[in-house]
């Protein structure tokens, strides 16, 4: 590798390797591991080191047990060749690099496939706290650990099915402006759907309410503020809210949904195909999240090619 690369490091914004791919349009990509630079591990080191306690409280036992069946190291940012080598036979899933953003359609057709989009940057170490574009810590230390439990990682496959759905029974409909409309609808009520359980879900456990979101496990400040705080609304997950709630990305989530089991996740992931399939998620309330462009494009293609 030319010098200048190596020198830069893998941090988030500032890594020439991944921008000189994005701005080739090159969306899966190495992981480039020996462009780390120390500071980059360090980061790593430090994110670790300071949520591992949070995590022995908070986190959810199945989270807890795929950070352990990974063998996720604290002392230095894992290599995803090796987290996908113990990942893989416990449920077929495995790491995608990516060089960053994901086209809605794209990164569900992914879990479907059972590969989860990994961003390899990682943010710099003067800003551990907060960044609104997911990094290696997110990816990795948040989602991939729940990717191990077979249940969980069923009900990513099924929201990776109900992408597809969307994209076929919209594609039947003549009137452009009409089909815009209805899948924008049913998009924002996916993303609503996922974002409140897959990114931000508490669950039932043993020992009180933990987290099994990967916004929350992945952010020191948020996964004690979510269970903790008397401001934070919590209620059990139902159906009809989720899809109808506003989600809001940048700040605490002042509202949070609990399920009592991952299997009961997977029937209402179902259930939500069913309403979709019955023209139940044509209507829902407006509001955040505003669906890209790009992911409405993404739906559009994809439904064109089947
Ligand atoms: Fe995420």
Redesign the pocket.
């Known amino acids: 590798m030319p010098e200048t690369l190596s020198a830069t490091g893998l941090t988030t914004g500032h890594a020439p390797f991944v921008e000189e791919a994005r701005s080739r349009g090159k969306l899966y990509i190495s992981q480039a591991y020996e462009l780390y630079s120390e500071e980059n591990h360090e980061a790593w080191r430090q994110l670790f080191a300071r949520i591992q306690s949070k995590w022995e409280r908070y986190a959810n036992p199945h989270f807890l047990r795929g950070v352990e069946a990974l063998d996720l190291p604290h002392d230095r940012i894992p290599r995803l060749s090796e987290i996908n080598r113990r990942l893989q036979p416990l449920t077929g899933f495995q790491a995608k690099t990516v060089s960053g953003y994901v086209p809605g359609f794209l990164f569900f057709d992914c879990l479907r496939r059972r590969e989860f989009p990994t961003t390899i940057t990682i943010r710099p170490i003067d800003r551990m706290d907060y960044l609104p574009e ?1 990094d290696i810590f ?2 990795v230390a ?2 991939v650990p729940m990717h191990t439990d077979r249940q969980f990682a069923d009900t990513l496959v099924r929201f990776g099915e109900c992408a597809a759905t969307a994209a076929q029974i919209t594609a039947g409909v003549r009137d452009y402006p009409e089909r815009v409309r209805r899948l924008t609808s049913i998009m924002r009520a996916m993303s609503r759907f996922f974002w409140f359980t ?2 931000f879900g508490l669950m039932r456990g043993p020992n009180g309410t933990c987290a099994y979101g ?2 929350l496990l ?1 952010s020191y400040g948020e996964l004690e503020h979510a269970i903790e705080s008397d401001e934070v609304q919590r209620y059990p997950l139902q159906l009809e809210w989720v899809i109808n709630q506003v989600a809001e990305i940048d700040h605490y989530q002042p509202i949070l949904f609990v399920v009592d089991s991952f299997e009961r996740l997977f029937s209402e992931v179902d259930r939500f195909e069913q309403w979709m399939r019955e023209g139940k998620l044509y209507n829902v309330a407006p509001g955040l999240p505003d669906i890209a462009e790009s992911d409405l494009r993404s739906f559009l293609d994809a439904a064109d090619s089947i």
């Open positions: 997911p997110h990816d948040g989602h897959v990114e990967s916004g992945s």
